[in-house]
């Protein structure tokens, strides 16, 4: 069975502090790693990653691939209380479906 | 910047009535996607929808569910008859057009709030 791991489960950081939120899977002819970030709705997507070792950066969100460790991370640096949400990491299978396997997600607070 | 847009926000039902939630996807996307998250748990894959048939379907996507896409810019999802279990939180996604050997992300819609009594 497919199964993503996300860590820690909750996060309380004050303002401008930087936080790194971990994410281990195991998916069936895995494609891709993404993360998303959840606040009152709808999953917002972030990133997706293909290939190991490259970075993706948007702003002071970055996040890594290692697909021989299965592994990823996703860094917020400087954080600011908008950046409070919960934060989902899932894996797309690449069988032509690509049905996305999430974890149980992050709960990050950002105190002011 | 393009969206995908579901209604209704929530709806209420009462248990082993059908109810229809209806989704309508970026407009040069392909590839569908109905998701649930029941309260306080993780998004759960359902059913995945290409080229107007289903291309995957998960456990939970018994006989008591189906997906149209009735014309060229909606999908629904149709529950025959609810059960007090179905209650959650359904998203729908969609994805681009992809090559080979490449794949896009999903982008979700904010939700229907299911609420069975």
């Known amino acids: 069975e497919d199964k993503v791991v996300q860590s820690p489960l909750s996060l309380v950081v004050h303002e401008g502090d930087t936080v790194t939120l971990n994410c281990s899977y195991e998916?069936?002819?895995?494609?891709?790693l993404l993360w998303y970030k959840q606040e009152k709705k709808a999953p917002t997507f972030l990133f997706m990653l293909?290939?190991?070792?490259i970075e993706k950066k948007s702003g002071r969100l970055s996040s890594i691939l290692d697909k021989k460790e299965l592994f990823s991370i996703l860094n917020i640096t400087a954080t600011q209380t908008g950046d409070s949400a919960v934060y989902l990491c899932?894996?797309?299978?690449?069988?032509?479906?690509?049905?996305?396997?999430f974890g149980t997600g992050t709960r990050l607070t950002i105190i002011p | 910047e393009p969206e995908v847009t579901q209604t209704p926000s929530h709806q209420v039902t009462q248990m082993g009535q059908e109810v229809i939630l209806r989704c309508v996807p970026i407009?040069?996307?392909?590839?569908f996607y109905w998701y649930r998250q029941i309260l306080g748990q993780k998004v759960e894959f359902l059913v995945s929808?290409?080229?107007?048939?289903?291309?995957?379907k998960s456990e939970i996507f018994d006989d008591q569910f189906s997906v149209e896409r009735p014309d060229g810019s909606n999908f629904t999802l149709k529950i025959r008859s609810t059960k007090l279990e179905d209650s959650a939180m359904y998203f729908c996604?969609?994805?681009?057009?992809?090559?080979?050997?490449?794949?896009?992300?999903?982008?979700f819609g904010d939700g229907t709030r299911l609420s069975i009594l």
């Open positions: 996604a969609s994805s681009e057009p992809r090559g080979d050997y490449s794949n896009q992300p999903q982008h």
């Open positions: 998916v069936t002819n895995f494609r891709s």
């Open positions: 293909t290939s190991s070792g």
């Open positions: 899932a894996g797309a299978q690449g069988t032509g479906n690509e049905k996305l396997t």
């Open positions: 407009s040069n996307h392909l590839y």
């Open positions: 929808f290409y080229n107007n048939e289903i291309s995957e």
